[in-house]
């Protein structure tokens, strides 16, 4: 009977069980708004899954796209969204 073996190192869960170093904590403060713009989009397009938009909400998926692509150029033009 022949075994069958992972070709790759197994991923256990000991690797993962540190805390993140200083340079992810930085990356992440760096992406933070860049975060909240995506969570809000997000936020505004799960309000509007069931009903047909009004215009004021058309307006607020305007605006959280808006803010959304500002996040990404400040974040861009950082180089921090460079290494992503």
Avoid at 15 to 35: C, H, K, Q, R, W
Avoid at 53 to 61: A, G, Q
């Amino acid at each position: 009977m022949k075994h069958i073996a992972a070709l790759q190192n197994l991923v256990t869960a000991a690797s993962l069980d540190g805390e993140p170093s200083a340079a992810e904590l930085v990356a992440i403060e760096l992406e933070m708004p860049l975060i909240r713009a995506e969570v809000e989009l997000l936020d505004v397009q799960i309000a509007l899954l069931d009903r047909a938009p009004t215009e004021l909400d058309e307006r607020r998926i305007r605006r959280a796209r808006r803010k959304v692509l500002a996040a990404r150029t400040a974040l861009a033009n950082t180089g921090a969204g460079e290494a992503a």
